[in-house]
Nanobody, 127 residues
Framework: QVQLVESGGGLVQAGGSLRLSCAASGRAFSSYTMGWFRQAPGKEREFVAGIFWSDETTDYAESVKGRFTISRDNAKTTVYLQMNMLKPEDTAVYYC????????????????????WGQGTQVTVAS
């Protein structure tokens, strides 16, 4: 299993930027599809962005397309989420997650496909 620790959250004004990092420990990081999810107060956790282990294809929720960018550095066993043009509705706890299956065939970002989760980092966007 992969252990994950997020960092980089904080308070930012609307229109600003933040970069979240997720440091992974454990073996074979490059073999896991990675994802970012978020949970706003009173709402269910939702998918934000994902990056496929095989060819680093990226996928995004419609609400963040064009504003957020997910990337990974396998040498540093770290995945990033660059968030630009932030909006108050982006306020949430952001979680990094690793797929429960190494070298999964095909991209899937269903929450129950992810077996390792970080502790979360708070992002607050002030209007």
């Amino acid at each position: 299993q992969v252990q994950l620790v997020e960092s980089g959250g904080g308070l930012v004004q609307a229109g600003g930027s933040l970069r979240l990092s997720c440091a992974a420990s454990g073996r074979a990081f490059s073999s896991y599809t990675m994802g970012w999810f978020r949970q706003a107060p009173g709402k269910e956790r939702e998918f934000v962005a994902g990056i496929f282990w095989s060819d680093e294809t990226t996928d995004y929720a419609e609400s963040v397309k064009g504003r957020f960018t997910i990337s990974r550095d396998n040498a540093k066993t770290t995945v990033y989420l660059q968030m630009n043009m932030l909006k108050p509705e982006d306020t949430a706890v952001y979680y990094c997650a690793a797929d429960s299956i190494r070298n999964r065939w095909g991209r899937s970002y269903a929450e129950n496909d992810f077996g390792s989760w970080g502790q979360g980092t708070q992002v607050t966007v002030a209007s």
